[in-house]
């Protein structure tokens, strides 16, 4: 029988991640982006338990654990230096199952792109949902070089994703989170640190070591939407030049071409659905969410091998297969939504209300060691519903 085809819009961590395990179920799989090559946008990106045990499922977990930098305590800290809450990755690992593993998104796209056979990711092409397909016909989708015909399309196409607004126009998409974040990699300082989030008054930063031997460094802070400086780095400067080591030298190694800048936004309104006709949502185009707990490439992750386990390799209508992919997948994903923003709001707290929480951190790391740890609880220590389709 000839292979059932798929086409993945988008070649981010979830449409690559989907694209291999989609492959491993039999489908025959072509990845459509629109960027001219596979260089992912942002820089770093942490990968909790819930999402090695994912990549378990497509064979990939055992090279990413070795990535793992976190070694020894980390924590939560004020401006000062002044630690909140600590905790040590030997804790996160009994708690949850394995270690808590930060690297490079493009060091991941890299090993997800490996699995896949030379042409299956097609860069410098866009692409638009032209026919979400139903039991009867393919789905269709244009591109500069004329439509593909598939018996499924997944939407991975972002917080701006073209390919939601096609399934459901009548629904408003993200909503802005009242803040902007900042990024960038740079080689580590000479005196040591431990990996540490630090809290100020409607500001946040984070300093964490990948293997390589540089440092993933982000801010976040409340600013109009689309709000831009003409100079990122000085605006880092501006906002943490005074904060505690190793604030001042990160931002002294940064390149000022290579500091990111990007507003959060995130899906405060539930979609209907993942789904409709024959294609799918995954990661950001179904359910972004604010950084605040590292989770959003995990669910992504997450949405992609859920979405293979159910979709087995036919060319029979998949509406079954896919609306038991948004029964597993909406509520949980909504519930990590909502508890990212919980957290977003927390971290950018100002005035009187930072003081309080600073206290309230303070009193809580010294009672409860574990605290840090506490908001991960029921995301980290997921289990995919299959472990492997890699043998």
């Given at each position: 029988m000839e292979q059932p085809r798929a086409v993945v819009i988008g070649a981010g961590i979830g449409g690559l991640t989907a694209a291999v395990a989609l492959r491993l179920r039999g489908w025959h799989v072509t990845v459509l982006e629109r960027a001219a090559t596979l260089e992912p946008v942002g820089a770093g990106i942490s990968l909790a338990p819930n999402a090695q045990r994912a990549l378990d499922v497509i064979g990939l977990g055992d090279e990413v654990r070795p990535l793992a930098a976190w070694q020894g305590d980390a924590g939560l800290r004020r401006r000062d230096g002044r630690w909140l809450a600590r905790t040590d990755s030997r804790a996160a690992a009994r708690r949850f199952g394995g270690p808590l593993v930060l690297l490079h998104r493009a060091t991941l796209a890299a090993l997800l792109t490996a699995h896949l056979p030379d042409g299956a990711v097609r860069t410098g092409t866009p692409a638009t949902l032209a026919d979400p397909g139903a039991a009867g016909r393919p789905a269709r989708v244009a591109t500069p070089d004329g439509e593909l015909e598939a018996d499924l399309v997944v939407g991975a196409d972002g917080v701006n994703s073209a390919v939601r607004r096609a399934l459901f126009p009548a629904h408003p998409g993200p909503t802005?989170?009242?803040?902007?974040?900042?990024?960038?990699?740079?080689?580590?300082?000479?005196?040591?640190?431990?990996?540490?989030?630090?809290?100020?008054?409607?500001?946040?930063?984070?300093?964490?070591?990948?293997?390589?031997?540089?440092?993933?460094?982000?801010?976040?802070?409340?600013a109009p939407a689309r709000?831009?400086?003409?100079d990122e780095k000085a605006e880092l400067l501006r906002r943490f030049g005074g904060w505690h080591h190793p604030?001042?030298?990160?931002?002294a190694a940064a390149e000022p071409g290579a500091v990111l800048r990007h507003d959060v936004h995130?899906?405060?309104?539930?979609?209907?659905?993942?789904?409709?006709?024959?294609t799918a949502l995954l990661g950001d185009a179904a359910h972004a969410m604010p950084p605040s707990l590292?989770?959003?490439?995990?669910?992504?992750?997450?949405?992609?091998?859920?979405?293979?386990?159910?979709?087995?390799?036919?060319?029979?209508?998949?509406?079954?297969?896919?609306a038991a992919y948004t029964h597993d997948r909406l509520p949980r994903t909504m519930d990590v939504v909502r508890r990212s923003a919980r957290a977003g709001r927390a971290s950018m707290l100002n005035g009187a209300p930072a003081v309080l929480r600073d206290?309230?951190?303070g009193a809580a790391g010294r009672l409860a060691p574990g605290l840090m740890l506490r908001g991960l609880d029921g995301i980290a220590d997921w289990r995919p519903p299959v472990q492997t389709y890699a043998a």
């Open positions: 802005y989170a009242g803040f902007t974040t900042w990024r960038v990699v740079v080689p580590a300082p000479e005196q040591p640190f431990a990996p540490h989030e630090t809290w100020g008054e409607g500001r946040l930063w984070g300093s964490q070591p990948l293997k390589d031997g540089r440092v993933y460094a982000y801010a976040a802070a409340p709000d831009r400086a003409p604030v001042p030298d990160i931002l995130y899906m405060a309104q539930a979609l209907p659905a993942y789904h409709r006709g024959r590292g989770q959003g490439g995990n669910q992504a992750i997450e949405d992609a091998v859920v979405l293979a386990h159910h979709l087995a390799p036919t060319r029979e209508d998949p509406t079954a297969a896919l206290a309230a951190l």
